[in-house]
């Protein structure tokens, strides 16, 4: 797929600080999710010392296959600061995303998107990078408070940031802990909580970021 060439990278945290605030305002909040989603990208990244493996799966939604798998190997772009982990790994998830030969409808990212304390997070970055649908899906809670959701597979609670909706903490199967879902750019939340639940059919974790996991690992272990 087309993207454009990323700009100069930042190498200090003040110049990473003058991206987001730059291209925060140009997330798209106010549209819609996509009419149809058939197609999403999950993206994760795996880290061994100075070394790292970016993963991008394709997945058909509703057969949960394989559609198109891409990793790249590559060491972290910029050091670890709180706040500013996107700029450790989006050039070597938007390489990755460079190498698919199809499209995707919607990237779900292992990480956040509006839920991030300068509501910037991986999947707002990826989206406005792309141009694409984004949305993130997090294994714990970065900003804001929320109530438990019930027990049952489905439930959700709003995560509130002060007065501001940032994301939902939803329950994907009975019992399990919740994971957290926010929006990243170019869909609504109530498409984002559809579109995991769709790929959640069986474990806490959706199938796209999942598999990203899993191939992200491999890829290191086997380098």
């Not at 394709?58 to 700029?87: N, W």
Request: aromatic fraction near 4%; include cysteine; charge should be negative.
């Amino acid at each position: 797929m087309e993207i454009p060439d990323l700009p100069s990278w930042p190498t200090t945290v003040r110049e990473a600080e003058a991206v987001q605030d730059r291209l925060r305002s140009c997330v798209d909040l106010t549209s819609p999710g996509p009419e149809s989603v058939r197609t999403v990208a999950g993206l994760d990244v795996a880290y061994a010392e100075d070394r790292l493996a970016a993963a991008v799966v394709v997945l058909d939604v509703d057969r949960l296959e394989v559609v198109e798998e891409i990793v790249v190997r590559d060491r972290p772009s910029f050091p670890y600061v709180p706040g500013l982990f996107a700029f450790r790994e989006l050039p070597a998830l938007i390489e990755g995303l460079r190498r698919l030969s199809v499209t995707p409808d919607l990237l779900i990212c292992d990480g956040h998107g509006l839920a991030h304390p300068k509501r910037f997070g991986l999947a707002c970055h990826l989206g406005v990078l792309t141009g694409l649908p984004a949305i993130g899906v997090g294994k714990t809670r970065l900003v804001g408070a929320y109530d438990e959701p019930g027990a049952d597979r489905g439930s959700w609670s709003n995560v509130t940031d002060g007065d501001e909706v940032v994301g939902r903490a939803l329950r994907t199967q009975t019992g399990v802990r919740p994971i957290f879902v926010s929006v990243g750019h170019l869909t609504d939340l109530e498409t984002a909580c559809e579109v995991t639940l769709r790929l959640t059919p069986r474990y806490r974790l959706p199938e796209s970021t999942r598999r990203a996991d899993r191939l992200s690992r491999r890829a290191l272990a086997a380098s």
